[in-house]
């Protein structure tokens, strides 16, 4: 009630809504006859939960009720029984046995694949596909066009499946035109690849790709002013080989991506490469290996200098 709602009196409560205080004598008790009806409508309601009362009314007149629409309508309304609102449909987000989301345990475990969008000079688009390894970090491909289809995604797949000599075990991707278009469903399927659909509209749970995605932005796309295409493609690969091979990631013991791979290969260089994840061990190796680099750089110079 109003009364009890915003703590004002009975007589300042019965002004605002326009009522005689009598009327707040009287408490209106449930008839006895519509007990049953009550509990049938509570019954339905639970049974079948996206029904309203319209659908409810014409159970009872085929359950043998003979009862007005409007007295169900007004009992449904003072049970509180409403139809829920839907809930957008979840997409599997590719967990494993145990329930917790998919992480990468090795090398072509899984990769991710993310767009970006920039223009050249002249104000026409470029569109860019960008593949990483998520255990790795390694930055597989940056390819760059005009637009990008579906089947230009696969053959991108293709291509570095072609170069590495092995197929990823998961894909993870948003749910873009491209990336659930048949094309690319059936290119999975034949090549026995799962998909891992993060939630619409959730790019954190993408986070490695989003996170190159920012580093291509501010180091490239935010840096550079590309007049054609081909100047494009040339500078993002130019920056992809140096992001590889110089750039000291955190999350791998300040190793680039490419060292830390080929330290991951010689430590499980045996017949089961990928029966084990890693331990932290390979990421302090990682860390020692770029500090004996530095050191040996530093004293090749100082012979130089000599």
């Known amino acids: 009630m109003l009364q009890d709602r915003l703590g004002l009196s009975e007589r300042r409560a019965c002004r605002v809504a326009g009522q005689p205080r009598s009327t707040q004598r009287h408490h209106p008790t449930p008839a006895p006859e519509d007990q049953a009806l009550r509990a049938c409508l509570r019954e339905i309601s639970a049974d079948k939960p996206r029904w309203g009362y319209r659908r409810a009314h014409a159970r009872l007149l085929q359950e043998g009720w003979s009862v007005n629409r409007k007295r169900v309508q007004r009992l449904w309304r003072e049970e509180g029984l409403r139809v829920p609102k839907r809930k957008a449909k979840r997409r599997r987000l590719g967990g494993n046995e145990n329930g917790k989301r998919l992480r990468a345990e090795h090398p072509n475990h899984v990769w991710a694949l993310d767009f970006q969008s920039d223009e050249t000079a002249d104000g026409r688009q470029l ?46 991707c948003d749910n873009g035109p491209e990336l659930i278009a048949h094309a690319l469903r059936d290119w999975c399927r034949f090549s026995s690849i799962a998909t891992a659909y993060i939630e619409p509209g959730s790019p954190w749970q993408n986070p490695f790709v989003e996170s190159f995605n920012g ?20 500078i993002l690969a130019d920056w992809r ?65 000599r």
């Open 215 to 234: 580093r291509v932005r501010d180091e490239v796309l935010d840096v550079e002013l590309f007049h054609t295409l081909a100047e494009a493609r040339v």
């Open 127 to 172: 569109r860019l596909l960008n593949v990483i390894d998520e255990f790795t970090r390694e930055a597989l491909a940056i390819d760059c066009e005009r637009s990008i289809t579906s089947e230009y995604t696969v053959a991108v797949l293709e291509r570095l499946t072609a170069l590495r000599g092995v197929a990823p075990e998961h894909i993870r």
């Open 241 to 305: 080989a140096a992001y590889n091979t110089e750039h000291p990631h955190s999350a791998l013991g300040m190793a680039p991506p490419a060292r830390f791979a080929a330290l991951w290969r010689e430590q499980h260089a045996g017949p089961t490469p990928h029966s084990t994840r890693p331990t932290g061990s390979l990421r302090e190796a990682s860390a020692r290996a770029t500090t004996v680099q530095a050191d040996t750089d530093h004293k090749l110079s100082l012979r130089m200098d």
